[in-house]
């Protein structure tokens, strides 16, 4: 993203190379270098050395999809280890909301009658599992969709007309932490 907010792609013409570029990390707020050469991928680097893996346009964009569309398809366990799914309209979606009393940001935190989920996006990365290990030690539910199972590499960056849908229904998903099912299976 360049500073002033806007969202840019690596392929852009207005984007030069270098610490020229003008832009900072949408995930941890630091400074990028565009990367663009003949002989690698264009990319975005972090500056300076960081722990931060960043964020590929699919994983901001569907953030910003279920946040503007208010509804998510969700698993739901209709008994003897069968599933099907459920439109969930939200009254709430938070983008990257602290997940307190932790450091970790949810990608989405969304609420539906006073219920609240964590919702993560992933693209090239599955859920730390450090964090994954403690929205189930803390019961809290917790949704991941598996955008990039339905993209091509390239398709990371540069999103298919059918992004909307695959974001909100027909991407993999699956529970990380749903108490409700738990005590089903129990």
Do not use: M
């Amino acid at each position: 993203r360049k500073s002033d907010g806007k969202i840019v792609s690596i392929k852009d013409r207005d984007v030069p190379s270098g610490k020229k570029c003008d832009c900072i990390c949408t995930k941890c707020k630091e400074p990028l270098v565009a990367k663009k050469g003949k002989e690698r991928v264009h990319h975005f680097a972090h500056a300076n050395e960081t722990n931060c893996k960043g964020e590929t346009l699919a994983h901001i964009e569907a953030k910003n999809i279920i946040e503007k569309e208010g509804y998510l398809w969700l698993p739901r366990y209709i008994g003897e280890g069968d599933y099907d799914t459920a439109k969930v309209d939200f009254d709430e979606v938070l983008i990257e909301k602290k997940i307190k009393p932790s450091n970790y940001s949810a990608d989405l935190w969304c609420t539906s009658q006073g219920r609240s989920i964590v919702v993560e996006i992933v693209v090239t990365h599955d859920l730390d599992e450090q964090k994954e290990n403690f929205l189930v030690e803390n019961k809290i539910d917790t949704l991941s969709i598996y955008v990039g199972k339905s993209l091509q590499k390239d398709e990371y960056n540069d999103l298919p007309e059918n992004f909307s849908n695959l974001v909100l229904k027909a991407s993999e998903r699956h529970w990380n932490v749903n108490e409700k099912i738990d005590l089903a299976w129990e």
